[in-house]
C-alpha cells in the first residue's frame, strides 16, 4: 500500500447486496473503486450488528485492492489479529471504543496492518495529537456510527485542524458518513483524501447492472477533485 494524496473512493459494503458480497466487492472495483471499506458493527459500541472477520475472509479473494477494516467495536485488541489473518490491509479502531487507543495502535502495526484511528462527531482533533507517529490513517465521523444512510454532519474545522496537525506525515484523512457530490468536494477542500460512501456508491445499480456504481463513483470523485 503506496501513500499518496490522491481522492480515493472506498465504498461501504454496508450498502451492497448481503447476499452477494464477492460479486459486490468485484463489482465496485471493476467500476472504479479505490478501496473497499468494510463496517464492523457489534451492537454495543454502536447500535448494529454487521459482520466479522469470517465475512471479511470470505470476501478477500475477491477484492484486488485495499480491504479497508472499521472496527465499530469495543473492546478492540482481542479481534485485531483476527481481522489481519483474514486480509484488512487497514484495521480502524474508535479512539472512544477503549482506554489504551496507544497500545491498540501498536497491537495493529504489529499484527501487520496499517493503522487506522477514528474519532465520532463529538470527539475533538486534539484526542489523536499524540498518535500521529504510530497512525496511518484518522478517520472522521460526520455521521453518528451505526447505521448507513445518515445525514452528513459537517465537520470541516476538525478536518482542517487535523490536515495542520499531520504536516507532511504519511496520513490519510478519511471521511465516513453522508459522502455524496454535494458533501465530497466539502470535506475534499478541508484536506480528506479517502471518501467512505455508501448508498451514495451503491443506488441504481446491483451486480447484475454494475454501470450506475461506476457512474456514482466518478460523480463523486469528479465533485472532490474540482476544489483541488
Given at each position: 500500500m503506496s501513500f499518496d494524496r490522491s481522492i480515493k473512493i472506498a465504498p461501504s459494503i454496508l450498502a451492497a447486496d448481503f447476499a452477494n458480497f464477492g460479486a459486490e466487492?468485484?463489482?465496485?472495483?471493476?467500476?472504479?473503486?479505490?478501496?473497499?471499506?468494510?463496517?464492523?458493527?457489534?451492537?454495543h459500541f454502536v447500535p448494529n450488528i454487521t459482520f466479522g472477520p469470517a465475512t471479511c475472509a470470505a470476501i478477500r479473494p475477491h477484492i484486488k485492492g485495499v480491504m479497508d477494516v472499521h472496527l465499530m467495536i469495543?473492546?478492540?485488541?482481542?479481534?485485531?489479529?483476527?481481522?489481519?489473518?483474514?486480509?484488512?490491509?487497514?484495521?480502524?479502531?474508535?479512539?472512544?471504543a477503549g482506554p489504551h487507543i496507544h497500545r491498540t495502535l501498536q497491537a495493529i502495526r504489529g499484527a501487520g496492518a496499517k493503522a487506522g484511528v477514528a474519532l465520532n462527531p463529538g470527539t475533538p482533533a486534539e484526542s489523536v495529537e499524540h498518535l500521529l507517529d504510530m497512525t496511518d490513517l484518522i478517520c472522521v465521523m460526520t455521521v453518528n456510527p451505526g447505521f448507513g444512510g445518515q445525514k452528513f454532519i459537517d465537520m470541516t474545522t476538525k478536518i482542517e485542524k487535523l490536515r495542520q496537525m499531520i504536516g507532511d506525515r504519511p496520513i490519510h484523512i478519511e471521511i465516513d458518513g453522508g459522502v455524496d457530490p454535494k458533501t465530497a468536494p466539502i470535506v475534499a477542500a478541508a484536506g480528506a483524501d479517502v471518501l467512505v460512501a455508501g448508498s451514495a456508491v451503491f443506488r441504481g445499480g446491483s451486480v447484475q447492472n454494475p454501470a450506475p456504481y461506476g457512474e456514482n463513483i466518478r460523480a463523486i470523485r469528479a465533485a472532490a477533485q474540482s476544489v483541488l
Open positions: 466487492c468485484a463489482a465496485i472495483e471493476a467500476e472504479g473503486a479505490d478501496w473497499v471499506h468494510v463496517d464492523v458493527m457489534d451492537g469495543s473492546p478492540v485488541d482481542s479481534y485485531i489479529d483476527a481481522f489481519a489473518d483474514a486480509g484488512a490491509d487497514v484495521i480502524t479502531a474508535h479512539v472512544e
